[in-house]
């Protein structure tokens, strides 16, 4: 059997759903606006189930939104537009001459009259129309298309509601989510969270359909990650947006990124974020101080990965020259520019030199020498229109890309 969900404004029923909810317009409410009560229906006691708000609480939320009057607006002279150049019919009631005031007074007479189809249009009620100067045949296409217009993939169903609640706006009016029906048809539980569940859903649709934010140290990481992912997967680039260190001037190190993850989790920003770290000692003692906070599942905290050619590199210190594993105290963005980058006129890899201790970790930090000049040999190299895998060695690079890539897999 058929169980309906209905939003009414005062007591008259706007629009109903079979089995379900409207979710973007039941999101609007809190769980704060649920009302659990008992009431007698036929001799029989049974549970209503509705969320109830002011009509001018639900308008001002709208508003925030962008589902403003003013909007509402413009978006019905669009349609307006739109539908009478596709629909012949429409010209029948000269659609395309009803302005926004006819509109609202056409919905406040179907709404203060209890009208819901043609044959609750009695002779006192088009008496009643007749005074208004409302043609019948703009009443009838209202009724025809109430349920329509609110369902409608031409325009978002908050923009009709928000025209009908700038009519009802007193300190007496609400705007009332009946879910007792589907509730007590075995649907869904009592203890269903209906405006929770559809923010977490229109929370989820938002997050799939806009970029992941990645975030990294410095400028040059995002700079070249950014470029690499356009030469190497110029098809996936559209799915990533990469922090503008230049436009916001942001100061960029380790501890500046563990900043900006704490501001994005206080925040409560929503997008997918990837943060990542230089496989460095500076980036995984910063990375300490992210622990004992809680992360959200829409951010992931990474370093660079392991490199192969890092288990065995050169390095200049206080003890000489010496070749060891620098994964985890060295790899900078710089190690994963590939060989063509990493060696000098010589032919042998740029060493790395260790610049500072950190006793709390009981490692070295280490920098590579001329690092400003393998920044400049890179940007030189991926100018050239034609480079690619097999002209390039992009290995270490394609590493934290799909790394990337499969962050939230």
């Not at 100067?133 to 703009?138: A, D, G, Q, T, V």
């Not at 649907?187 to 209906?194: A, C, K, V």
Request: glycine share 6%; aromatic share 12%; net charge negative.
């Amino acid at each position: 059997m058929d169980a309906y969900s209905r939003l009414y404004i005062n007591d008259y029923q706007l629009l109903k759903d079979k089995n379900d909810v409207q979710g973007v317009l039941v999101s609007i409410f809190s769980e704060n606006d649920k009302t659990i009560d008992e009431k007698e229906v036929n001799g029989n006691k049974t549970k209503q189930i509705r969320y109830i708000l002011n009509t001018k609480k639900y308008s001002d939320k709208l508003d925030i939104m962008g589902f403003t009057l003013q909007n509402a607006e413009a978006e019905f002279y669009k349609i307006r537009k739109e539908c009478t150049s596709l629909n012949k019919d429409l010209e029948k009631i000269e659609f395309n001459d009803i302005d926004f005031g006819d509109l609202k007074q056409v919905i406040k007479f179907i709404i203060d009259n209890k009208i819901y189809n043609e044959n609750d249009l009695n002779k006192g009620k088009m008496t009643a129309l007749n005074e208004y100067k409302l043609s019948e045949e703009m009443i009838l296409f209202i009724l025809k298309n109430k349920e329509f217009s609110c369902h409608s993939n031409l325009i978002d169903s908050r923009f009709i509601l928000r025209i009908i609640l700038s009519i009802y706006d007193k300190e007496d009016d609400y705007i009332i989510y009946d879910v007792s029906e589907i509730v007590e048809s075995g649907g869904f539980e009592e203890g269903y969270e209906f405006s929770k569940k559809a923010k977490e859903f229109a929370k989820l649709e938002y997050i799939i359909n806009e970029k992941i934010i990645v975030l990294t140290e410095g400028m040059s990481d995002a700079c070249i990650l950014e470029k690499s992912l356009n030469i190497l997967y110029p098809h996936l680039s559209e799915y990533y947006s990469f922090l503008d260190f230049k436009a916001t001037r942001l100061r960029g190190s380790a501890d500046a990124l563990v900043s900006t993850i704490k501001a994005f989790i206080s925040s409560g920003i929503a997008n997918r974020t990837i943060a990542i770290f230089d496989n460095d000692t500076a980036g995984q003692e910063a990375m300490k101080l992210l622990s004992g906070i809680e992360i959200p599942n829409n951010i992931k905290v990474f370093k660079y990965p392991d490199l192969e050619i890092a288990k065995k590199y050169p390095t200049k210190g206080p003890t000489g020259d010496v070749v060891m594993d620098i994964n985890g105290m060295a790899c900078s963005i710089e190690l994963y520019l590939g060989k063509d980058i990493l060696c000098g006129e010589d032919g042998n890899l740029i060493p790395i030199q260790w610049i500072g201790y950190f006793e709390s970790a009981g490692k070295y930090q280490g920098r590579i020498l001329d690092k400003a000049n393998c920044l400049k040999k890179f940007f030189e190299k991926i100018t050239d229109k034609n480079i690619s895998r097999e002209n390039f060695d992009f290995s270490g690079i394609d590493a934290i890309l799909n790394m990337i890539f499969r962050a939230f897999n």
